[in-house]
């Protein structure tokens, strides 16, 4: 690190949000720290990108790192519903014949430590093995409760790979820290999702069945049975398969035998779950596990104020919905552009209020809630997405558009007219109750 223990911005965590902010921040020319905890490259779940990631890769300058690499391309996703019947895959060029219309299936690990690189090059003074302790914030005046959006950031406490802690004064900071959601949990802020109470249990495989040609890089998304649960099927490098299975908290854990009673242990669980998945077992058949069985629990939740004076929070450290559209990784790069830009914006003009580094919010958050409802649509029991394009064929592009992550613009949401009285029959059904 410089001598330096003052810069304008300091990003904390150097995950796809986080290199993304320090990337545009030091290329504007504002002196910029990025300080991640692990070693870099680190593991990371999350490996299935959306089409719309493509600008921002764009714009960070490295798109042609991605097409050099072995990543496989993804040019559609694919839903299995709970009796094994396959939809027709969802090519994102059929309805966009671009080439931000294909996209990449990437080991996170190597996808993230890119885009760190990146930042670096850009200008960042880009630090792993460093641990941001705390947050500074200003004292309030005569120890008068502040609102969460009136506490001033000043900086931080870091931790460094030998062990030394020391502070670092900055004009901004931008908390990127993922699910650890540091200012969000500092200040009480971070609220969990009570309807999306989910978790997952995932591992890799090698030797896993796939589809022939350009289907091979899809991501497959597979109901079971009763649709309690669902699983994802990512195709990566060297023949590796990521499959995890994702459903409700207590539907996964609760009761289950495993050899603690009520504690299932994660590979129990998912295999009782694939049990339940006939198209999948058939995709695994001769497979080998390549990896043990990881867990990721109530993932998905928001913080209330996303900035206040002197902080703002990016990517997962601001929110997270539910995997099941691979939005994760796009909104961390859409929400660290925009951020990045307001951030850029106050720091020219000297406003590092709370008010201008949310600047982005209401615009992100207009595109996100399409997301969040496609979410709420996937999860509603009765409701099919076949059934309603069979109903409605001139939404067949608006669906796609989503899944492709198009929904910046102001016609994005006009699916949801149709579907919403589909949707409200759907949960007036009986056996949904
Ligand atoms: C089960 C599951 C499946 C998913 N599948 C997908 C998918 O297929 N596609 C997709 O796009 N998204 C997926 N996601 C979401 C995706 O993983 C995240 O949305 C994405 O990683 C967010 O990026 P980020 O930069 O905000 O946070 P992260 O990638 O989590 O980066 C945060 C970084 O901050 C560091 N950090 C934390 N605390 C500190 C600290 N105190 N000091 C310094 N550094 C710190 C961490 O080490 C980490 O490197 C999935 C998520 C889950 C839970």
Redesign the pocket.
């Known amino acids: 690190m410089s001598d330096s223990s003052s810069f304008d911005c300091v990003v904390?965590?150097?995950?796809?949000?986080?290199?993304t902010a320090a990337a545009l921040i030091a290329e504007a020319g504002f002196s910029t720290l990025l300080?991640?905890?692990?070693k870099m490259p680190?593991f990371?779940?999350?490996?299935?990108?959306?089409p719309e990631t493509y600008w921002t890769l764009k714009r960070l300058g490295v798109l042609e790192r991605l097409r050099q690499s072995a990543f496989p391309k993804k040019y559609s996703v694919q839903f299995v519903n709970e009796d094994g019947d396959a939809s027709r895959p969802f090519y994102f060029h059929k309805h966009d014949p671009r080439e931000c219309s294909q996209t990449w299936q990437v080991w996170?690990s190597e996808f993230?430590q890119i885009l760190f690189e990146n930042a670096a090059q850009k200008g960042a003074d880009c630090r792993d093995r460093?641990?941001?302790?705390e947050v500074l914030f200003e004292e309030g005046a005569g120890g008068e409760p502040v609102s969460a959006e009136r506490q001033r950031a000043r900086g931080v406490r870091?931790q460094d790979a030998a062990g030394h802690t020391r502070k670092i004064a900055a004009r901004v900071v931008i908390d990127?820290?993922?699910?650890?959601s540091?200012i969000a949990t500092r200040l009480g802020i971070r609220r969990e999702d009570p309807h999306l109470r989910k978790s997952?249990i995932?591992t890799y495989y090698r030797g896993a069945k796939r589809d022939p040609g350009i289907d091979a890089g899809a991501?497959i998304i597979l109901h079971t049975k009763n649709k309690d649960s669902w699983f994802?099927v990512?195709p990566l490098p060297d023949d590796v398969t990521?499959v995890?299975v994702?459903g409700d908290v207590d539907y996964l854990w609760k009761g289950r035998g495993g050899s603690q009673p009520g504690r299932g242990e994660p590979s129990e669980v998912f295999a009782e779950e694939l049990a339940l998945c006939p198209a999948l077992i058939q995709r695994l058949n001769g497979a080998q596990r390549t990896d043990s069985f990881r867990v990721?629990r109530e993932?998905s939740y928001k913080a209330t104020v996303p900035a206040g004076d002197g902080w703002v929070l990016?990517?997962?450290?601001y929110g997270?919905i539910d995997?099941i559209y691979?939005?994760?990784?796009?909104?961390?790069l859409q929400s660290?552009a925009m951020a990045a830009d307001c951030v850029v914006a106050g720091l020219r003009t000297g406003d590092t209020s709370g008010g201008q580094l949310a600047g982005w919010v209401p615009g992100f958050e207009a595109g996100a809630t399409l997301i969040r409802q496609l979410v709420d649509a996937y999860y509603t029991n009765h409701f099919s997405f076949g059934r309603f394009i069979k109903a409605h064929p001139q939404h067949a592009a608006g669906l796609t558009d989503l899944l492709i992550g198009r929904i910046f613009h102001d016609r994005a949401g006009d699916i949801f007219d149709d579907m919403a009285p589909m949707l409200a029959e759907a949960r007036r059904a009986p056996s949904a109750e």
């Open positions: 904390l965590g150097g995950g796809p949000a986080g290199s300080v991640e905890r692990e680190r990371h779940v999350g490996e299935s990108l959306m996170r993230d460093t641990r941001v302790l870091i990127a820290t993922g699910q650890q540091l997952s995932w991501t994802w990512i990521s995890g994702v990721a993932f990016v990517g997962d450290a997270f995997p691979s939005s994760g990784v796009y909104f961390a660290a």
